[in-house]
C-alpha cells in the first residue's frame, strides 16, 4: 500500500472535503481567469479575421484592377501600334501622290510646250499655250526656211549634244558587201552642225554654231542657227517629240 492510501485513510473526511472544494473552487477560478483574459483575446482574433477578410477582398479588387488596367495598356499599345502603321501609309500615299502629280504635271507641261518659230523676226519662241516663255534669236536660217508651207508642224526625233560623225556606209554591190568607214576627224557632219543639235522631221534641224562655217555652207540641209547659249537653253527645254511651229502672222 502506497503512502497516498495511507494519507487518504489517515485523512479527516472534513478536511478531504475542505481539499476537494478547494480544489474545485481553485479550477473554477482559474478557467473564470482564463475565460475572463481569452474573451478579449478571442474578439481581437475575430477582428484580425474579419480585417484579414477585408484585406483579401481588396487584393482581390486590386489585382482585377491591375489585370484592367494591363489590358487597356495592351489596347493602348497596340491602337498606338496600328496608328503608327496608319500615319506611315498616309504618309506614303501622299508621298506617292506627290510624285504623281509631280510626273503628270511635268508630262502636261511637255504637252503643252512647243517651239514657234517667227521667220520675218528671225526669232524662236519657247511656248506653252499662247504663252511665251522665253525668246531666242536667230543667228541664221537656210534661205529654203522661210518658203515652208504653213502651218506645217514638225517635230523633234532625235537630239545631239555634239553632232556625230558620219556613219559607216554598207551596201551590196554586184554580190558583194562594199563598206566604206566614217571619216574620223574629217567629219563635214560634225564640224557643219556643231553642238547643241535637234532633229526635227522633215528635215528640219535646230542647232548651235558650226564648228567650220565652210562645211555648214556644203552641207545640204534646212535649218535654223542659234548662238551657243541659246541653243543649250532650247536643248534642255524641248524634249522628243516636242512640235515645232511656223508663226503664221506678225505677232500682235
Not at 29 to 58: C, D, F, M, N, Q
Not at 65 to 87: F, M, T
Not at 160 to 178: I, M, N, T, Y
Request: charged share 20%; aromatic share 8%.
Amino acid at each position: 500500500m502506497n503512502t497516498s492510501a495511507r494519507l487518504l485513510r489517515r485523512a479527516h473526511p472534513g478536511l478531504a472535503a475542505a481539499a476537494g472544494a478547494a480544489i474545485l473552487v481553485g479550477t473554477h477560478l482559474t478557467g473564470s481567469w482564463v475565460l475572463s483574459h481569452a474573451e478579449p483575446r478571442r474578439s481581437e482574433w475575430l477582428l484580425l479575421t474579419k480585417e484579414r477578410e477585408k484585406a483579401a477582398a481588396a487584393a482581390a479588387d486590386l489585382q482585377s484592377l491591375r489585370d484592367l488596367k494591363a489590358e487597356d495598356v495592351a489596347r493602348l499599345k497596340a491602337s498606338l501600334a496600328g496608328r503608327a502603321s496608319s500615319q506611315r501609309a498616309v504618309y506614303e500615299a501622299g508621298l506617292a501622290l506627290q510624285e504623281e502629280k509631280r510626273l503628270l504635271e511635268k508630262q502636261w507641261g511637255i504637252m503643252t510646250t512647243y517651239l514657234l518659230v517667227d521667220v520675218t523676226g528671225q526669232k524662236v519662241h519657247l511656248m506653252r499655250g499662247d504663252q511665251s516663255l522665253k525668246s531666242f534669236a536667230l543667228s541664221y536660217s537656210s534661205a529654203a526656211l522661210g518658203g515652208v508651207a504653213q502651218p506645217q508642224a514638225f517635230w523633234i526625233v532625235s537630239k545631239e549634244r555634239f553632232a556625230h560623225p558620219e556613219r559607216g556606209v554598207s551596201e551590196q554591190k554586184d554580190g558583194r558587201l562594199q563598206y566604206a568607214p566614217p571619216q574620223v576627224g574629217t567629219s563635214v557632219r560634225a564640224n557643219a552642225l556643231g553642238e547643241f543639235v535637234m532633229f526635227f522631221t522633215g528635215g528640219l534641224i535646230l542647232h548651235g554654231p558650226a564648228k567650220k562655217p565652210e562645211d555648214h555652207a556644203a552641207f545640204p540641209h534646212l535649218c535654223a542657227g542659234l548662238s551657243l547659249g541659246a541653243a543649250k537653253k532650247l536643248y534642255a527645254e524641248t524634249f522628243i517629240g516636242t512640235k515645232l511651229v511656223f508663226q503664221k502672222g506678225p505677232r500682235p
